[in-house]
């Protein structure tokens, strides 16, 4: 097999393919085999028919032409691999010339015009040197956590004044378009000031009381109509406020394991510290990867962008067609550091000569099941009957990379002393540990695109 490629843009190539007579071969062997126990030919039993009878009663340009759906993406992927190419999308494959006959000598050809990453160097982890700002706790925090703890303990009491922030209200809703109802509901219960139903809500409930009414206009969330504007009116049918436990011991009793407050001020304060240390490790990983990329100048796939761009503007807003320049601008700008982001750790991971095997992926792919409440074996056989393995792979593959790399690079808090992660980057001499870490990271990353995939395909 012969290749060479043609540079079309920065980040595109075309590959032409011209495949010996040997290699292609196999391919129509194969194929003359599974059309033979399907045809039933008089003299002759199923699967046993003469290649060159299945040749005579089927054609040999049917016969080349099964062949080559198995035999152009294979030998596609072979000639990238021989190319050193680094495919970002699947390429665009076209046939250009195939043999005729069994005796014709014209050789397999084909082009495969496809989007690259593109070449840079990466700086060596083991010289980098990174301060990362030094967790901190303070006493703000605690009573932020204390006070999450009295609301799930707190109870609703209804109140004789108007509604304001942080109140619960039940309400109905009546929304009306040209003069048309298109929504109603009745007995809603909504905390004013969450921001989690209709634009401009809170604003339009703050300060009514019990039997009051107002009408604002606001894009509709859901529905035939979502997007459309509205003219709602709102109907106040109670208002509520929350009324919390007192702190005291009493309190850390009903509320923990903690005979006395401070014990559980002190717990509180404990577990604030602990996830400080987790938001340091994850501002590491951060500074990790912004001094990879500092000061390199990568070219990002135009199709690729492209496509991330339309999902990312899909997820800012419901109509795409009506989304804002500044709408785009944030998802343009989200799409490009996500590519290159992929593409810094996926060169790190080569650079570092990161081996992912069978083990990682089926740990990925089981910890996305989990995640979702799905069944194991039905979700990787699901992302392998998709197409979708070689996303796993790759993903579990960037992490595993920045796992190793950050394992070299020196952190230091802003006092100058050294951070160990350990016991968020896993020990090198600890490979199951380090794999299961991987993979839950890696879960967290693409869960939700797979499972978006999966559910447009369906």
Known sequence: M???????????????VT????????????TRKELGKQVAIPGFRKGHVPARIIDQRLGFPSVVSEALNNAVPELYSKGAEQENLRP??????????????????TLLEFTAEVEVRPEFELPDPKDMEIEVAKPEVKDEDVDRRLDALRQRFGTLVGVDRPAQKG????????????????????????????????DGLDEA?????????????????????????????????????????????????????????????ADIRKQSETDSEGRQANDARDAFIARLEEGLDVPVPTGVKEALVADHVKALTPDPDKASDEDKKKAEDEAIKE????????ALSEKLQINVTQNDVTNFLASIAQQYGMDPSQFISSIVNN???????????????????????????????VLDLSRFLGEEDEPEQTETEAAAAAAASVADKITSDSADEK
């Open 88 to 105: 970002m999308d699947q390429p665009k494959l076209d046939v250009t010339q195939i043999p005729t006959s069994a005796d014709d000598k």
């Open 19 to 30: 495949v010996d007579t040997e290699e292609l071969d196999p391919y129509l062997d194969e």
């Open 387 to 417: 197409g979708q393995l070689g996303s796993a792979v790759k993903e579990v593959g960037r992490s595993k990379g920045l796992l190793a790399g950050m394992r070299l690079v020196t952190f230091k808090d802003t006092d100058g002393k």
């Open 339 to 346: 590519i290159t982001d992929q593409m810094v750790l996926d």
């Open 2 to 16: 012969k290749t060479s490629v043609e540079k079309l843009e920065p980040t595109k190539v075309k590959m032409t």
């Open 167 to 198: 109140d619960f209200v039940s309400l109905d809703l009546n929304a009306v378009i040209d003069g048309e109802t298109v929504d109603s509901q009745s007995g809603v219960s909504y905390e004013i000031g969450s921001g989690t139903m209709l």
């Open 205 to 265: 409930l703050d300060g009514l009381s019990k039997g009051e009414e107002t009408t604002f206009e606001a894009p509709l969330a859901s529905g035939d109509h979502e997007g459309e504007k509205a003219q709602i009116t709102v109907t106040v049918n109670s208002v509520k406020a929350e009324e919390l436990p007192e702190l005291n011991d009493d309190f850390a009793q009903e509320a923990s394991e903690f005979d006395t407050l401070d014990e559980l001020k």
